[in-house]
């Protein structure tokens, strides 16, 4: 059915006058229940879908998507699409792909779809965010208690004029947590805590609430360091905002604009000799694995970082026609952060790590605060607690950790073994020497 209605829509495409197409048809749909003080407070129900336009033509390119289907209405809105995208200035980097670097088919099963979601009874999701927002209100302390539960099915169906077909279809279930606490004096810390799996067995949604509620807890109470040089462990769970910044400033978009810290450095040792980042797009059951991308690309492994040295950029069809460079792909799909070879049987537990750095900081969450891409150049809100012979002294917050990246990552003592395995950023505990810290 997905199929019939997108080569349809290609072809009225073809038939208004465009030289090149590329239609995709998405559908979804989703439900959501959320718990707030143990009572019910939102009940979601959600379905929708979009076919979305890429024409190619004269040179030109333009963009539009639709969600009315029946053919006549279908028909002239291809029409009226051509047309609009004949208003644009040309811009002869704007193609379609070469077939030979498209997916052909063939690729493995990605295990993102459980059919578990056809059958789920509709009360399932409400009796387990019960359950969680349980776990939060068994403490007198709690002020606030929400849960959310959540689970979604995707399915997406492209195809473009040179002969590219790809389908996909995913199923997501999650849970969710948020509880603050009553500290001392005003204070009302609040934490959470989120679990999220392709498969609803593997979805550990027991224990969330007590996480969140546990987390808040021990926030109470913070104190504001003086500034200093601190080693710095970061938790997994925001381990990635450390990361985001390497590969944005990879991406042709960011090389074309000059707005890159990383432009000219590929192929160049820039980290430390135990940065490893590395994309898997094939990586089974996860939920941001593809076999292809937007355009029909066909994924691979590939190496980002290896060794400290720049491998990739992210470069999709039109930026390497801009850019003259070889098409990758545009953006990443499960990003791993690896150890070497060397390194790989040596498996570290965040305790293990803490241990290793002795006293600092270990952050647990990011408040605010930005990147420059130019630079590299970085300034975060901080809350986390101190640490000293590896172990828990007290919260701390109202810091700022700042510095710039590429000292940062050449900074890096060690990393943990403790990737959340069902996240697209799966970057582990890390830990940090030399960092700068704002407080007192």
Known sequence: MMRDITMKALQMALDA???????????GNGDMVTILNGEIDRLYQAASSALNFHIFTEGR?????????????LRQFAADAVKATLLMTPDECRTLPDRDICYKGGGPDLHQYDPYIETRPPSRGLTIAQEVSAEMLSDSRVISAESEYADYVEEYFIADSLGFEGYQRKSGFSIGATCSVAGNGDEKPERNWF??????????YKGCGTKALNRAIESIGPLRLPSGTYNMVVDRTVASKLVIPLTEAL?????????????DKLGEKVFGDNVFLRDMPHTIGNASSRLFNIEGIATKERDIISGGTICNFFIDNYYSRKLSLEVTIGTPSVV????????????????????????????????????????GDFSYGIEGFLFNNGEIVHPVNEMLVSGNLIGLWNNLIVTADDRLESRKWQIPSLCFSNVNFNGL
Do not use: P, W
């Open 195 to 204: 679990e999220d799996e392709v498969f609803f067995d593997n979805l550990q």
């Open 336 to 375: 791993m952060m690896l150890k070497s070879e060397l390194l790989s049987n040596n498996k570290l537990s965040l305790s293990d790590i803490l241990k290793r750095a002795g006293r600092g900081i270990y952050v647990t969450q990011f408040n605010g605060g930005n990147c420059n891409a130019a630079t």
């Open 251 to 263: 991406k042709g978009s960011s090389l074309h604009t000059r707005n890159s810290f990383l432009a």
């Open 17 to 27: 006058g465009a030289s090149g197409a590329r239609v995709f048809l998405e559908k």
């Open 61 to 73: 390119y333009g963009a539009f998507s639709t969600n009315l289907m029946d053919e006549g209405t």
